[in-house]
C-alpha cells in the first residue's frame, strides 16, 4: 500500500502543513476576510442587536458541526490521496452524481473569486489613498468640479450610474490595483502551499489582528465627538448592537420572521468559509496523526473573535456617532454602502482618520488576500491531482475563467448588477444546497460513525458521541427547515424575486457565468473520475470507490 501512496498519480506528492500554527493561521485566513470586517456590521446594523441571537444559534447548531464535519472529510479524503474536492467526494459518496457534487464545489470558490478580487482592490486603493493623503471624499471628479462626497466618490469610481464606466474617476489607478491583487493570488497560489499560504497567513494574520486592536482602541476611545450629537458616545454605539430589544416592546416577534434566520445562517456560512469546498481542501493537507478537533474549532473561534470583537466592535460604533442611527439603518444591510461608502465618511470626521483610515483598509486589504488565496486552492488541487497539470499551468489556466469573470463584473457596473447576481447564486444559493449536500454525504454516505471516528483520529481533546448527533441529525434538520422555509419565499416573493429576474440582460450574464462555470467545472470532474476510475484499473492507485471501506495508506515521512 506504501507502494501506491508515492505512485499514486492522484497525489503524485503529498503535501502537508508545515506547523499546527500554520495550519490553523491559513484556515483563519480564509475565513477572516471582508465577511468579518464589513459584511457582519451591516448584516447586524440592519437587524439591530436582535441579530446576535439568530447569529449565535446559527453558529453553534450549524457553524460548527459544519466546521468539525469539513476538517473531518477533508482530512479522511487526504489521507486517501486527494486534495481537491471532486477527488475528495469521489470517495466519500463513490456514486452517480459525484461529478456535478465535484463541479459545484469548485464553482463556488472560483466564481466568488472574481468579484471578491475586485473589492480586494478597492481595499488596496483606498488604503493607498489615505497612505498619500487624497481620501475619497476630499477628490474632485471631474477636472475643475466639486469636492465629491466619499460616498459620491465610491460610486463613480465604480462606475455605478451606468455600464462601462467602472474606470472613469481614478481609472488607470484602479485598473492597477485590480491587477496587482491579480498577480499577488497567483504568485502565491503558485508558491505553493507551505511558500505560499502558510508563508503569507503566518505573518499577514497577526499582523492584521494588530492593526485591528490598535484602530479598536481609537473607536473605543472616541466618546463623543460629535458636538452637535453628545447623545451619541461609544456606549450608545455598542447598544445598538447588544441590545436585542432595540428600545420596542414586542421585539422578539422579529425572531419569527424566516428572514433574520436565514441572513444570520448565511452570513456564519461566508464568513466561516463552509460549504463552499474550501476547507475540506484546506484540512485534505493534514497528517494522520494530526488533531482535527482542536485546531478547527481554534480556528472558528478566531474567525468569530475577529468578526464579533473586531469588526462589528469597530465598524458598528464608529458609523452609529459620526452617521447617527437613521442614516446607518439606511444602509440597508448593504456590505458595499458601509464599508466603503458610510465609512470612508466615518474616517473623514474623525480625528486622525487618514491614519485610521489607512489601517483600516490596509487590514481589510490584508483579509481579503488571505481568504482570496483560499478560493484559488481548491481549484488548483483539483487541476494537479485531476488534470495533471503543474501548479503554474493549473494557475494559469484558472486565471482564464477568474479575469473573464472580474471583467464582466467591472463592466456591468450600473448598479453592480453581475456581481450581486454572482454573490447571490454562489454566496447564498450555492452554498446552502452544497452544505446541505455535504451533510447529507456525511450522515449517510460516510455514515454518522465513520465521520465520527474520522473527526477523533489524533485529536488532542475527547470528543463525545453527541457531536455526532449534532452533525449528523440536528444541524442537516436546522438546515433544511431554514432553507426550505427562505426558498419558498424566494419562489413567491413578488419584489426582488430572484428567479423571475433571470431574463434581465446583465442579471443573466452574471447567472450565464454561474452556469457556464458550473458546467465547465462538473465536465472536468466527470473527466477526473474517468482518470481515476481507469488509473485504478490498471493498478496505479488505490480503487476510489472502495476507499470509504478499506485502510488509508501511511503518511509520507
Ligand atoms: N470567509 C471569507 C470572508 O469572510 C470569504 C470567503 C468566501 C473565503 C469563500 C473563502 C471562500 O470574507
Given at each position: 500500500m506504501t507502494d501506491h501512496n508515492s505512485a499514486s498519480p492522484a497525489a503524485p506528492h503529498r503535501q502537508y502543513w508545515a506547523t499546527r500554527l500554520g495550519v490553523i493561521l491559513a484556515v483563519a485566513g480564509s475565513a477572516v476576510g471582508l465577511g468579518n470586517f464589513v459584511r457582519f456590521p451591516a448584516q447586524a446594523v440592519e437587524y439591530g442587536g436582535i441579530f446576535m441571537i439568530p447569529y449565535f444559534v446559527a453558529f453553534i447548531l450549524i457553524g460548527l458541526p459544519i466546521v468539525w464535519s469539513e476538517w473531518a472529510m477533508g482530512r479522511f479524503g487526504g489521507m486517501r490521496g486527494f486534495n481537491s474536492a471532486p477527488g475528495i467526494f469521489s470517495i466519500l459518496y463513490p456514486r452517480p452524481g459525484k461529478s456535478l457534487i465535484g463541479g459545484w464545489s469548485l464553482m463556488i470558490p472560483v466564481g466568488i473569486y472574481s468579484y471578491y478580487v475586485f473589492i480586494e482592490a478597492w481595499c488596496l486603493a483606498y488604503a493607498l489613498k489615505y497612505l498619500f493623503g487624497v481620501m475619497p471624499g476630499t477628490v474632485a471628479l471631474d477636472e475643475g468640479?466639486?469636492?465629491?462626497?466619499?460616498?459620491?466618490?465610491?460610486?463613480?469610481?465604480?462606475?455605478?450610474?451606468?455600464?462601462?464606466?467602472?474606470?472613469?474617476?481614478?481609472?488607470?489607478?484602479?485598473?492597477?490595483?485590480?491587477?496587482?491583487?491579480?498577480?499577488?493570488n497567483l504568485v502565491l497560489i503558485i508558491r505553493g502551499l507551505n511558500r505560499g499560504i502558510e508563508w503569507f497567513c503566518r505573518w499577514a494574520m497577526p499582523l492584521l489582528v494588530l492593526v485591528a486592536l490598535i484602530v479598536l482602541v481609537r473607536v473605543l476611545t472616541l466618546g463623543s465627538p460629535v458636538a452637535a450629537a453628545p447623545e451619541r458616545n461609544v456606549l450608545t454605539g455598542l447598544g445598538f448592537m447588544w441590545n436585542p430589544d432595540g428600545g420596542e416592546e414586542h421585539w422578539w416577534r422579529q425572531l419569527l420572521n424566516a428572514q433574520i434566520w436565514m441572513a444570520a445562517t448565511s452570513q456564519i456560512f461566508f464568513s466561516l468559509s463552509i460549504g463552499l469546498g474550501v476547507i475540506v481542501?484546506?484540512?485534505?493537507?493534514?497528517?494522520?496523526?494530526?488533531?482535527?478537533?482542536?485546531?478547527?474549532?481554534?480556528?472558528?473561534?478566531?474567525?468569530?473573535?475577529?468578526?464579533?470583537?473586531?469588526?462589528?466592535?469597530?465598524?458598528?460604533?464608529?458609523?452609529f456617532i459620526f452617521l447617527g442611527a437613521d442614516q446607518v439603518q439606511g444602509l440597508g444591510g448593504s456590505t458595499l454602502g458601509t464599508g466603503f461608502m458610510a465609512l470612508p465618511s466615518v474616517f473623514a470626521e474623525m480625528p486622525a482618520g487618514r491614519v485610521f483610515g489607512f489601517l483600516f483598509f490596509f487590514l481589510l486589504f490584508l483579509a481579503a488576500v488571505t481568504s482570496s488565496i483560499s478560493m484559488l486552492q481548491p481549484g488548483i488541487a483539483f487541476l494537479e491531482e485531476g488534470l495533471h497539470l503543474r501548479r503554474f499551468q493549473a494557475?494559469?489556466?484558472?486565471?482564464?475563467?477568474?479575469?473573464?469573470?472580474?471583467?464582466?463584473?467591472?463592466?456591468?457596473?450600473?448598479?453592480?448588477?453581475?456581481?450581486?447576481?454572482?454573490?447571490?447564486?454562489?454566496?447564498?444559493?450555492?452554498?446552502?444546497?452544497?452544505?446541505?449536500?455535504?451533510?447529507?454525504?456525511?450522515?449517510?454516505?460516510?455514515?454518522?460513525?465513520?465521520?465520527?471516528?474520522?473527526?477523533?483520529?489524533?485529536?488532542?481533546?475527547?470528543?463525545?458521541?453527541?457531536?455526532?448527533?449534532?452533525?449528523?441529525?440536528?444541524?442537516?434538520?436546522?438546515?433544511?427547515?431554514?432553507?426550505i422555509t427562505w426558498l419558498y419565499q424566494q419562489i413567491t416573493a413578488t419584489e426582488g424575486n430572484r428567479f423571475h429576474a433571470l431574463a434581465q440582460g446583465p442579471v443573466l450574464v452574471g447567472f450565464g457565468f454561474v452556469l457556464a462555470l458550473l458546467i465547465g467545472f462538473t465536465l472536468l470532474s466527470w473527466i477526473a473520475n474517468r482518470r481515476w476510475r481507469a488509473q485504478a484499473a490498471a493498478g496505479l492507485i488505490p480503487d476510489p470507490r472502495m476507499a470509504l471501506v478499506s485502510e488509508p495508506e501511511e503518511d509520507a515521512p
Open positions: 468640479g466639486e469636492t465629491a462626497s466619499a460616498a459620491a466618490y465610491f460610486l463613480h469610481m465604480v462606475g455605478y450610474g451606468e455600464n462601462g464606466q467602472v474606470f472613469g474617476v481614478d481609472g488607470a489607478f484602479l485598473l492597477a490595483c485590480v491587477a496587482f491583487c491579480f498577480a499577488i481542501c484546506y484540512a485534505s493537507y493534514l497528517r494522520r496523526r494530526d488533531d482535527v478537533a482542536l485546531s478547527s474549532t481554534a480556528a472558528a473561534a478566531g474567525n468569530g473573535f475577529c468578526e464579533v470583537a473586531l469588526g462589528g466592535l469597530i465598524v458598528i460604533p464608529a458609523i494557475a494559469g489556466i484558472l486565471a482564464v475563467p477568474t479575469l473573464i469573470g472580474v471583467l464582466l463584473v467591472m463592466w456591468y457596473s450600473a448598479n453592480l448588477v453581475v456581481l450581486d447576481t454572482v454573490d447571490f447564486w454562489l454566496a447564498t444559493f450555492g452554498i446552502f444546497m452544497l452544505a446541505m449536500t455535504q451533510l447529507l454525504i456525511f450522515t449517510f454516505s460516510l455514515g454518522i460513525r465513520r465521520g465520527l471516528a474520522a473527526l477523533r483520529e489524533g485529536s488532542q481533546v475527547g470528543i463525545p458521541s453527541w457531536v455526532g448527533v449534532l452533525i449528523g441529525v440536528v444541524a442537516p434538520l436546522y438546515l433544511s427547515v431554514i432553507f
